[in-house]
């Protein structure tokens, strides 16, 4: 079983900054990808940042030059550093694992975390 335990959210003014933290109860690099994905009211869930084993990284559009991912493969975390929040931003961010067998995709999932940007 495989689980992950955000944290990190609140409340930060716009302009502001947050880091996220992931701990996840495996090494990370046996996962296929990690990453952050975000859910705002009445929206479907989007793509914030991923990262490979193997380090390449994705970005969702709207976060590109603002967001930042990483890991630490020891600490078995994933953080996402945010930089430069909008109102738009506030959403549930929700940590993903991800391995791929046979062509085959198991996704895992934190419980969230609230991030709230708001003067």
């Known amino acids: 079983q495989v689980q992950l335990v955000e944290s990190g959210g609140g409340l930060v003014q716009p302009g502001g900054s947050l880091r996220l933290s992931c701990v996840v109860s495996?090494?990370?690099?046996?996962?296929?990808?990690t990453g952050w994905y975000r859910q705002a009211p009445g929206k479907q869930r989007e793509l914030v940042a991923t990262?490979?084993?193997?380090?390449?990284?994705n970005y969702g559009d709207s976060v590109k030059g603002r967001f930042t991912i990483s890991r630490d493969n020891i600490k078995k975390t994933v953080y996402l550093q945010m930089n430069s929040l909008k109102p738009e931003d506030t959403a549930i961010y929700y940590c993903?694992?991800?391995?791929?067998?046979?062509?085959?995709?198991?996704?895992?999932w934190g419980q969230g975390t609230q991030v709230t940007v708001s003067s």
């Open positions: 993903n694992a991800q391995i791929i067998t046979a062509g085959t995709s198991d996704d895992y």
């Open positions: 495996r090494s990370i690099v046996s996962f296929y990808a």
């Open positions: 990262i490979t084993a193997i380090g390449r990284t």
